[in-house]
T-cell receptor
Framework: DTGVSQDPRHKITKRGQNVTFRCDPI?????LYWYRQTLGQGPEFLTY????????KSRLLSDRFSAERPKGSFSTLEIQRTEQGDSAMYLC????????????FGPGTRLTVL | DQQVKQNSPSLSVQEGRISILNCDYT??????FLWYKKYPAEGPTFLIS?????DKNEDGRFTVFLNKSAKHLSLHIVPSQPGDSAVYFC??????????FGTGTRLQVTL
């Protein structure tokens, strides 16, 4: 399977704990995106990488959230001091070098904060 | 500020008939539009897209129409099949590259 993969698929944590999610994009894709989706809503943009550079961050990405893509391949999204409002599906997507804007999504990580 | 709107939360269509899903947008800087299909507990699956320089794009049973003056696009599925039952999201992008999504339309195709 050469699609976007995410790990873990599900995460249950207690309020105040830190969590980290991983995303592996399609291999030839240099652009990587993180989105968050809550019930009844469409995915909302969080942040975007081109290679290893983080080019854009949404105001939704509070200082408790940090994303990295150290070698321009996989990416991690960390949430520190989780809150119940962080419960959501976290989606990763990737797209090829500029010129083709279609983004391909992974299966998502479902986070539940108790 | 909802820049992409899908005003119909749900749609029910008989198998074999046409499904028409609608989407409106407000940001005139959007120049690329996409439709995604989503099953529960899965990520969105890309269906079809259209650039703002076109007004129609067709791929098998799926056709997307874009009316730039009305800031409106629609997805036509003909013929509809039970496996098409899912939530459909309209998305748009501009120079910023990120996608802005609508809230989705749940399509149910009945036998």
């Amino acid at each position: 399977d050469t699609g976007v993969s995410q790990d873990p698929r599900h995460k249950i944590t207690k309020r105040g704990q830190n969590v980290t999610f991983r995303c592996d994009p399609i291999s030839e894709h240099n652009r990587l995106y993180w989105y968050r989706q809550t019930l009844g809503q469409g995915p909302e943009f969080l942040t975007y990488f081109q290679n290893e550079a983080q080019l854009e961050k949404s105001r939704l990405l509070s200082d408790r959230f940090s994303a990295e893509r150290p070698k321009g391949s996989f990416s991690t999204l960390e949430i520190q001091r989780t809150e119940q409002g962080d419960s959501a599906m976290y989606l990763c997507a990737s797209s090829p070098p500029r010129g083709i804007d279609t983004q391909y999504f992974g299966p998502g990580t479902r986070l539940t904060v108790l | 500020d909802q820049q992409v709107k899908q005003n119909s939360p749900s749609l029910s269509v008989q198998e074999g008939r046409i499904s028409i899903l609608n989407c409106d947008y407000t940001n005139s800087m959007f120049d690329y539009f996409l439709w995604y299909k989503k099953y529960p507990a899965e990520g969105p699956t890309f269906l079809i897209s259209i650039s703002s320089i076109k007004d129609k794009n067709e791929d098998g049973r799926f056709t997307v129409f874009l009316n730039k003056s009305a800031k409106h696009l629609s997805l036509h599925i003909v013929p509809s099949q039970p496996g098409d039952s899912a939530v459909y999201f309209c998305a748009a992008s501009g120079t910023a590259s990120k996608l802005t999504f609508g809230t989705g339309t749940r399509l149910q195709v009945t036998l």
